[in-house]
């Protein structure tokens, strides 16, 4: 049996246990690899709102990972929501003083809900300093609007949103994968479930196919499946970038971690119905039995 990968989530505390680190150990040890955690925001939330964010002190965020560090071979990083900007700088110092391998960073900005997950302040932080030392970025739709705007390319955005075919919407996202080339962008993995509904939409009534899409090298690869109707996807675009940092922290390929990642959550979403806990936007099930046989 080949080593247990050892993956880090530096994400903020989820009191539903849906998402951030919560979920991000969940997924690790579901999937065989053994999970360490730096919690940077402790949150009081439930499946239906959050109502409660606070930061932990940045002194405390750089204890964490230094005693990590000092004792775990780290296989991969995954950074979810870090909101304070003090945080953000924290992260930052630290990833350039263990120049750490695998590092997904999951730019988490805003619930489900509408509630803002990021200081104003750290939002540009994450983007012009953490993206150095990132792998693979891991944005939602929304999310990849703030990283157009943020460089001024709102025109390739409203190109975006004008695009009345997916031939043309994935021929606009194919200028922007060049964009971000040409600026040094790690990959950029778009999770694909607040895409458009005209993009969604299949050749067959009142059916949907989900999207997600790898930008890397000025190139668009469309990883393609039928779209789940759910009321539990809480804390899926966490499981997602967590199962593909234990994929990359066992040495696969990116193009084979996103792959593996999107089945694990389409399964973690499967095994959920039915199952509803709270009364909101429910979980997944993190832990499938397949996967458990497979890596224990």
């Known amino acids: 049996m080949s080593k247990r990968p050892i993956i880090l989530s530096i994400a903020g505390i989820d009191s539903g246990g849906g998402a951030g680190v919560t979920a991000d150990v969940k997924t690790a040890s579901g999937l065989g690899a053994y ?11 439930n499946t239906k709102r959050v109502n409660t964010i606070f930061p932990i002190p940045a002194t405390v965020l750089k204890d964490q990972l230094l005693t990590l560090a000092e004792d775990f071979e780290i296989d991969s990083v995954k950074i979810g929501m870090i909101y304070s900007l003090e945080n ?19 730019p988490v900005l805003r619930s489900t809900s509408g509630v ?14 953490l993206l150095k030392f990132s ?19 709102g025109y390739i955005l409203e190109k975006l949103k004008s695009s009345t075919t997916k031939k043309l919407f994935f021929e606009v996202l194919e200028e922007a994968s060049r964009f971000f080339f040409s600026i040094n962008t790690p990959p950029i993995f778009l999770k ?45 675009g966490c499981a997602t970038s967590t199962a593909i940092s234990v994929c990359l922290g066992r040495g696969q390929s990116l193009s084979d971690a996103i792959k593996f990642a999107q089945n694990y959550v389409r399964n973690s979403i499967k095994l959920a119905r039915g199952s509803m806990v709270g009364n909101g936007n429910s ?14």
């Not at 694909?192 to 000025?218: A, C, W, Y």
């Not at 469309?222 to 109707?229: G, K, L, P, Q, R």
């Open 192 to 236: 694909g479930g607040h895409l458009p509904t005209m993009i969604r939409e299949s050749h067959v009534v009142n059916e949907f196919q989900h999207f997600d899409l790898l930008l890397k090298e000025g190139k668009v690869k469309v990883f393609e499946s039928d779209f789940i109707f759910t009321k539990n996807s809480h804390g899926t």
């Open 116 to 129: 803002d997950l990021v200081e104003e302040t750290a939002k540009e932080k994450i983007f012009d300093v």
């Open 35 to 45: 999970a360490l955690n730096a919690v940077t925001c402790v949150t009081a939330q």
């Open 135 to 153: 792998d693979l970025v891991t944005p939602n739709f929304p999310e990849f609007h703030y990283m157009l705007s943020h460089h001024n390319k």
């Open 283 to 296: 979980a997944i099930e993190h832990f499938n039995p397949s996967y458990l046989r497979r890596f224990y």
């Open 88 to 106: 953000v700088e924290v992260i930052a110092e630290w990833l350039n003083l263990f120049e750490c391998r695998n590092v997904v960073l999951d």
